[in-house]
Antibody, heavy 120, light 107 residues
């Protein structure tokens, strides 16, 4: 069955960096586009970034553009989110998710999330 | 960017009720709308895509309709497992956006 498992979250100081990982299994990773979505504590969902199946196209929310970078390693069935210049407002649970079919489709499978806390 | 607005923010209902949640887009998104269900501490679950298409495995009591800027999610007969928060999401562009959520509570 499809599984997405995020890791790498934790406590980081403002201005710091963190790299999230998402390990995928149960499907042909190279066939699917992927995305990151976050949810601040007690708040709604916010799309963060997406990447095409081969890693050739990437998009970002304005709130993270220039600070975050999405990447993937298809040989390792893994998705990454490099987060730099972190701010308090980046505190959230970060989910990786699979794009349902074509690039730009909604997300049919989600991981359990990893919590990032930005605080001094 | 496209803004998505859901109403109501909170909805109290009883088991067996028929409920409707509305989602409005700030500009036309054709039928590029999805609905998700999220329970506390869990990841969202895709219910409906392309405004009215039921995702595999989702009970038929869930249905979606609409196009352009106004959309609805209807649950025909609420079950205990349906009490959760629901989000709409537009995917008209690669810059996805979500509604603020509707919390469905037990009356």
């Amino acid at each position: 069955q499809v599984q997405l498992v995020e890791s790498g979250g934790g406590l980081v100081k403002p201005g710091g960096s963190l790299r999230l990982s998402c390990a995928a299994s149960g499907f042909t990773f190279t066939d699917y586009h992927m995305s990151w979505i976050r949810q601040a504590p007690g708040k709604g969902l916010e799309w963060v970034s997406c990447i095409s199946s081969r890693g050739s196209a990437m998009y970002y929310a304005d709130s993270v553009k220039g600070r975050f970078a999405v990447s993937r390693d298809n040989a390792k069935n893994s998705l990454y989110l490099q987060m730099n210049s972190l701010r308090a407002e980046d505190t959230a649970v970060y989910y990786c998710a699979r794009v349902r079919d074509i690039f730009g489709d909604p997300f049919d499978y989600w991981g359990q999330g990893t919590l990032v806390t930005v605080s001094s | 960017d496209i803004q998505m607005t859901q109403s109501p923010s909170t909805l109290s209902a009883s088991v067996g009720d028929r409920v409707t949640i509305t989602c409005r887009a700030s500009q036309s998104i054709s039928s590029w709308l999805a609905w998700y269900q999220q329970k506390p501490g869990k990841a969202p679950k895709l219910l409906i895509y392309k405004a009215s298409n039921l995702e595999s495995g989702v009970p038929s009591r869930f249905s979606g309709s609409g196009s352009g800027t106004e959309f609805t999610l209807t649950i025909s007969s609420l079950q205990p497992d349906d009490f959760a928060t629901y989000y709409c999401q537009q995917y008209n562009t690669y810059r996805y956006s979500f509604g603020q959520g509707t919390k469905l509570e037990i009356k």
